[in-house]
């Protein structure tokens, strides 16, 4: 397997780190625990996508770029060592780029055009109060009344809920457990209301929580027919999941900078700390853990790309970079000493963010039971 970027890929990391590092990391300071308003985000949003953030994911056939997996995830890497706000933003848009050609054929120039813009924004609604892991368990209802659904529910932890314009909604059509699940496209203007959440870390971007009571929407938004859309979320979610491990590390290599920069300048017991060995090793084990967490996430984005079977290297990427990255912001915090916990240095605010990785996109647990069920054929959810 070949892990060195081509030109076209490594012009576009350096341009984006640039741009990130100039442009977005002031916003990302600026705006550290605040919610960036939906304005300024939209207009961070139009200018990645010009880099091909997001959007860029989006087929040719569909006025898109078209980019590939490895770029998308090295993509989002860069956005998120600087801002993992701005980068959940991003992936959320990513996410609902991948799923516009199931958007209904007379719909797709209200969608398309301004999510391949960045002037519109999406969010995917899956998760409930009683619904997390256990997806199958939505019970955010469709009811069909003449030419139109009625919805009614809660959705919970929607990432860019409050700023969207639309929903990708997993709603419940009828009683059959997986049978009964399809996906509907609800716009802003059909009247859902959204209540941002406020988290440990994360806060400069929305997770909301998405209400329906009686929000009539015409049967035509219908995305997915009732029965098809687990399989389509399942494959949506075995591309995200390894970027979204990536997101995570990214977090980790920049406390790891910040932990070199200090170990070198800060002195103790007469020479850099960094010239004591539990220092050193600390450093080189960070260094290593980040490094394999990469691997795996690219040799998951690289299965995709090649159309070969990908979710398992997926689910085992995901736990793994979300892990490795925690464990890696722990030691960039402990060798910052009491400046570590404090907000003058930024990796209290990467201690707070990292942590939410381990639950996001599918807990780390319930990756392992789906590695386990891969290797047994026994389902243990
Ligand atoms: C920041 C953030 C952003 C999110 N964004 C979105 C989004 O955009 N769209 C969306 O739909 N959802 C989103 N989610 C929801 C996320 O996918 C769920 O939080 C996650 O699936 C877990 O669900 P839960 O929180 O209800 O936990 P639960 O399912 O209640 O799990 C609680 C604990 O029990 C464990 N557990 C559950 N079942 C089992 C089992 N069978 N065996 C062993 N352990 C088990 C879990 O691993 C966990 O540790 C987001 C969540 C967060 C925190």
Redesign the pocket.
């Known amino acids: 397997m070949n892990f060195s970027l081509n030109q076209e890929q490594q012009m576009i990391v350096d341009s984006l780190g640039k741009y990130a590092l100039n442009e977005l990391k002031p916003v990302a300071q600026a705006y550290r625990d605040q919610l960036i308003p939906k304005e300024k985000m939209l207009e961070i949003q139009q200018r990645l996508v010009d880099f091909g953030v997001g959007a860029g994911v989006v087929s040719e056939t569909l006025g898109g770029m078209g980019l590939d997996a490895v770029t998308m995830g090295l993509l989002q890497f860069e956005v998120a060592k600087v801002s993992p706000d701005i980068a959940?933003t991003s992936l959320?848009q990513m996410?609902v780029g991948k799923l516009l050609p199931l958007v209904p054929e007379h719909l797709k120039e209200h969608y398309v055009t301004p999510v391949l813009a960045g002037t519109k924004l999406g969010?995917?609604?899956?998760?409930?109060?009683g619904?997390?892991?256990?997806?199958t368990a939505v019970n955010c209802r469709a009811r069909l009344e003449g030419d139109e659904y009625v919805i009614n529910g809660e959705?919970?932890?929607?990432?860019?809920?409050g700023y969207s314009d639309f929903i990708f909604l997993?709603a419940r059509f009828n009683d059959d457990p997986v049978g009964g699940l399809g996906l509907i496209l609800v716009d802003r203007k059909h009247g859902y209301q959204t209540n941002d959440i406020k988290?440990m870390g994360?806060n400069s971007q929305s997770?909301a929580q998405v209400s329906f009571e009686d929000v009539r929407v015409p049967a035509s938004n219908l995305m997915v027919e009732p029965g098809k859309a687990m399989k389509a979320l399942l494959t949506m979610l075995a591309s995200s999941r390894p970027i979204v491990g990536l997101m995570a590390l990214a977090i980790a290599e920049a406390a790891l900078e910040a932990s070199v920069t200090y170990a070198k300048d800060r002195v103790q017991f007469g020479k850099p700390i960094a010239g004591h060995q539990l220092i050193s090793a600390k450093l080189g084990e960070m260094a290593t853990k980040i490094q394999a967490g990469k691997l795996m996430a690219f040799c998951a984005l690289s299965a995709i790309d090649n159309n070969e079977r990908s979710d398992v290297y997926s689910a085992m990427s995901k736990w793994f970079g979300a892990e490795m990255a925690c464990e890696v912001v722990a030691e960039a915090m402990q060798i910052h000493g009491g400046n570590g916990v404090t907000s003058e240095f930024p990796i209290e605010y990467m201690y707070r963010s990292v942590r939410?990785f381990m639950?996001?996109?599918?807990?780390?647990?319930?990756q392992k039971?789906a590695i386990g069920r891969s290797l047994t054929g026994i389902d243990?959810?």
């Not at 619904?131 to 997806?135: H, R």
């Not at 639950?359 to 319930?366: A, K, L, Q, R, S």
Request: hydrophobic share 45%.
């Open positions: 959940i959320i996410t969010c995917i609604g899956m998760s409930e109060p619904a997390g892991s256990q997806v959705k919970l932890w929607i990432s860019s809920g997993l988290k994360l997770t939410l639950v996001t996109e599918g807990t780390n647990e319930i039971l243990a959810f």
